[in-house]
Nanobody, 125 residues
Framework: QVQLVESGGGLVQAGGSLRLSCAAS????????MGWFRQAPGKKREFVAT????????YYADSVKGRFTISRDNAKDTVYLQMGSLKPEDTAVYYC??????????????????WGQGTQVTVSS
């Protein structure tokens, strides 16, 4: 059974940092593009960051550029999202996703095949 499991969410003050992890199981994800998305209450799910299968190329939403960093460790089938200078508007459930056998970084949710259950990030002002 293929699974993506996020961890590392929590409550943090504005200006603080968190590191999210997404561990894959059931198959190797080194062949897949990976991404992070988020959904705040009452809002649509939005793209946050993506990384290509080799880890050599990344792309970010304008709202997080310069503050968040996506990375991956293919040996551990794990993708990370390092979040810094957090703002209250970053509060959301964060989801990781895998696009099977896709080489390049992808920004559209519809291009992803597997999703995690999400982890809550709450930034207090």
């Amino acid at each position: 059974q293929v699974q993506l499991v996020e961890s590392g969410g929590g409550l943090v003050q504005a200006g603080g940092s968190l590191r999210l992890s997404c561990a894959a199981s059931g198959r190797t994800f080194s062949t897949d593009a990976m991404g992070w998305f988020r959904q705040a209450p009452g809002k649509k799910r939005e793209f946050v960051a993506t990384i290509n299968r080799s880890g050599s190329n990344t792309y970010y939403a304008d709202s997080v550029k310069g503050r968040f960093t996506i990375s991956r460790d293919n040996a551990k089938d794990t993708v990370y999202l390092q979040m810094g200078s957090l703002k209250p508007e970053d509060t959301a459930v964060y989801y990781c996703a895998a696009a099977l056998y896709r080489e390049h970084a992808l920004t559209h949710a519809g291009e992803y095949d597997y999703w995690g259950q999400g982890t809550q990030v709450t930034v207090s002002s």
